[in-house]
């Protein structure tokens, strides 16, 4: 009996394999001829040419950063931001990771594409640690251009116009930062943010 209900057990449990087994030959399953999965993603080469503007944040930077506090004094901190090819290649998604000068995790993504039928970037952020949406450039307001080794963005917070700059050195190495004009652009405020980074990928 004991022999018979092992031998039992032993078919059973061939049978099982044998079943799961059925169906998993290679012409069922076939593996796409690219990966599925990019770390960083690749330009679409359907993508309007003004998106390389912007491509140079694809990839993984390192760097500190410093910003004004409001008691005047300033304080450091240190900077993730990662840089993808998304939607098909059509548009760049940044991730900015850092901490608040209260020590905090924030997260802020921008979502940058170029809007062929009106001319113009349209460029939003997600403050994800606060949860809202900036609409930073649009066909009706803000601009991006390009200064010399400079790409600047320039948008509208109610009555306060905010420039980012993002200054190219080279492949591995630009700096970022930000200043404010409360005159509509006539005078812009000293930088309140500045931050170094370095590729590590």
């Known amino acids: 009996m004991t022999n018979r209900g092992n031998l039992g ?115 939003e952020y997600l403050n994800v640690s606060n949860s809202f949406i900036r609409r930073q450039v649009n066909p009706e307001s803000g601009s991006v251009r390009r200064d010399d080794n400079t790409v600047v963005v320039i948008s509208e917070d109610g009555q306060i116009k905010i420039r980012e700059n993002y200054r190219i050195e080279n492949h591995s190495r630009f700096t970022y930062s930000t200043d404010a004009s409360h005159d509509g652009g006539r005078n812009w405020d000293a930088v309140s943010i500045e931050i170094s980074l370095e590729r590590v990928e």
């Open 9 to 123: 057990t032993a078919s059973r449990r061939n049978l099982l394999v044998a079943t799961l087994g059925i169906g998993l030959t290679p012409t069922r399953y076939i593996m796409a001829a690219e990966p599925a999965i990019t770390s960083y993603g690749t330009k679409s080469t359907q993508a309007p040419s003004q998106l390389d503007l912007f491509s140079f944040l694809a990839g993984k930077w390192k760097g500190i950063g410093t910003t004004k506090l409001p008691d005047g004094g300033t304080a450091k901190f240190q900077v993730i931001w990662i840089g993808r090819y998304i939607l098909n290649g059509m548009a760049i998604a940044d991730e900015f990771h850092s901490l608040t000068p209260e020590g905090s995790p924030y997260l802020g993504i921008s979502l940058r594409s170029f809007d062929r039928q009106h001319d113009c970037w349209i460029i």
